[in-house]
T-cell receptor, first 114, second 112 residues
Framework: KAGVTQTPRYLIKTRGQQVTLSCSPI?????VSWYQQTPGQGLQFLFE???????NKGNFPGRFSGRQFSNSRSEMNVSTLELGDSALYLC?????????????FGQGTRLTVV | GQQLNQSPQSMFIQEGEDVSMNCTSS?????WLWYKQDPGEGPVLLIA?????ELTSNGRLTAQFGITRKDSFLNISASIPSDVGIYFC????????????FGKGTRLSVIA
């Protein structure tokens, strides 16, 4: 059974640009959560989608947005990139019956903003 | 947002030694999860705990869900070089559909 797949693995963008990251969850999983990981702040929750609806949102500005498609694949978008957005972005999938239980992570997308 | 207190932040041990790390929270959790993250990779789920007092093993790893439901610990016995990495605890609160809360991690280094 394939794991969680995130694309791309690495990305370099310029300040002010926007970026879209993709996440394909484990087959049968309906919940996808996104996290930002930085050395100083650890894993910070961005948002969670379940059955194409945003179920929870973390404390991030509106420049961070996401969506989920009918096949449970999810994308997150960051607009007007800032240097501080440089981080490892991780998505995690779970069955979704109860949010967060046994979440399985992808390898992440390393975003560097220059 | 809410975070767990995970300790120690880092540890250096000799190969073969046992390791213990723990997480505490000010609020009650229904679920505790332990993950390991290697450099440049996503966290990998090691152990999931669902009941207060539950003790679960996965090979050389043993984790327990504290009876107060506010803490959990992870033990690694007879450490080996491939145990190197960052270990994270994560908990889910008792309110339905709340996101996982993560500790800041314990960085483990094993000296051969």
């Amino acid at each position: 059974k394939a794991g969680v797949t995130q694309t791309p693995r690495y990305l370099i963008k310029t300040r002010g640009q926007q970026v879209t990251l993709s996440c394909s969850p484990i087959s049968g999983h309906r919940s996808v959560s996104w996290y930002q990981q930085t050395p100083g702040q650890g894993l910070q929750f961005l948002f969670e989608y379940f059955s194409e609806t945003q179920r929870n949102k973390g404390n991030f500005p509106g420049r961070f947005s996401g969506r989920q498609f009918s096949n449970s694949r999810s994308e997150m978008n960051v607009s007007t990139l800032e240097l501080g957005d440089s981080a490892l972005y991780l998505c995690a999938s779970s069955l979704g019956a109860v949010l967060g239980t046994e979440a399985f992570f992808g390898q992440g997308t390393r975003l560097t903003v220059v | 947002g809410q975070q767990l207190n995970q300790s120690p932040q880092s540890m250096f041990i000799q190969e073969g030694e046992d390791v213990s790390m723990n997480c505490t929270s000010s609020s009650i959790f229904n679920t505790w999860l332990w993950y390991k993250q290697d450099p440049g990779e996503g966290p990998v789920l090691l152990i999931a705990l669902y009941k207060a007092g539950e003790l679960t093993s996965n090979g050389r790893l043993t984790a327990q869900f504290g009876i107060t439901r506010k803490d959990s610990f992870l033990n690694i016995s007879a450490s080996i070089p491939s145990d190197v990495g960052i270990y994270f605890c994560a908990g889910q609160g008792i309110t339905g559909n709340t996101p996982l809360v993560f500790g800041k991690g314990t960085r483990l280094s094993v000296i051969a």
